[in-house]
């Protein structure tokens, strides 16, 4: 090569994504998954061998799988749609089958059949397409001479693997109070530092950090949304699960303080965009109304650790009540239309998060009022 030495290039290797002791952590939380797949089949499989005496009941393990894994986490009425989608797309293929006979054409008949059938009966979704899969599994395989009516077999082996499934889903949930703390712990999370972001460009004298946290803000609204659909479904997991009723009360308190940390958001959004107008127009800045917006990140901290450990939200309430407090008297002969907005915002946040602590209208009324 010219006398030259060549340099060798060093070969990097690509870690993996996920690495052994992350997969072994993931499979741990997601034990529940795996008992139900090993529960329901099996069960599915006895019930339809035992109690109804089929001799070929491979449908009723699937149904039960197809359960499983399409309809963990979703609603009660999603998830009766997809027992119901199995059921149907199996009754209504064999019917047709048993007129048309089986083939690669009729195949492709009762599939798009079935699905017909499902749309017109109101089934969507996920239903819909588990109803697609049984119709195209039931005309593959061939029934067992002498075993009865395959329409009706089948239909009551994926009818029982569908039931078995969901009840597996309703006795071995999710812990919904978990699920819907971790979104508003986040949601609390990204709060504080939006509050946090802009009392420090009051003490600054500096709108970058302001716009920064508006930006943030603005971004948590489809955080807000999953967090709505999140407390929807928990809600219904803790009225139809018996294994959750003893949580309903925690997690009424946390589906009932959703809107309200909605409303927060909301708000501090508001205070971001006062704020960066007053230092825009280099109006005058009291100093104070950065100490009550900290005050405000230091409550929003504390409610949320209260709403974890359900607390009765003593502290909060009064830190809560402190940073409206200290807005108020930020307020000098000097007001600003901007200044008086940013002190306004400060206390419907507090009211805000007040009412997610349970706090009335009337309680909530005595603590901020500072006449």
Known sequence: MGGRDVPLRRVRLRRPAVSLRGRLALLRRRWRLLVRLAVAPA??????????????????????????????????????????????????????????????????????LSVTVGILVGIKGLALTQAASSAALLTAVLPVAGAGNPAVTRFIDALVGG??????????????????????????????????????????????????ALGRARGLQPDLNDLESTAQNVSEIARMSPVRWRQRTQLERYVGAVRDVDNAIRDARVLARRTTAMLRHDEPCPGELGEAIEALADAVDVFADDLSEDDDFAEARDLLAEAARLAVLALTERITLNTAAIAAQVRSLAADLLYASGSTRDEIDALLDFD
């Open 163 to 212: 039931l078995c499934g969901m009840a597996m889903v309703l006795l071995l949930p999710r812990n919904p109070v978990r699920d819907i703390d971790s979104e508003v712990q986040r949601i609390l999370r990204q709060l504080a530092s939006v509050l946090r972001g802009t009392a420090r460009a009051i003490a600054e004298r500096d709108p970058e950090p302001a716009d920064a």
């Open 43 to 112: 069960l599915a499989y006895l019930v339809a061998t035992t109690v109804f005496g089929h001799q070929q009941a491979f449908f009723a393990p699937i149904a039960a799988i197809l359960v499983i894994t399409a309809g963990a986490g979703l609603r009660g009425r999603t998830l009766a749609e997809i027992v119901l989608g199995v059921s149907v797309g199996v009754l209504v293929g064999e019917l047709i089958i048993l007129t048309i006979g089986r083939g690669t054409a009729q195949m492709a008949l009762v599939v798009v």
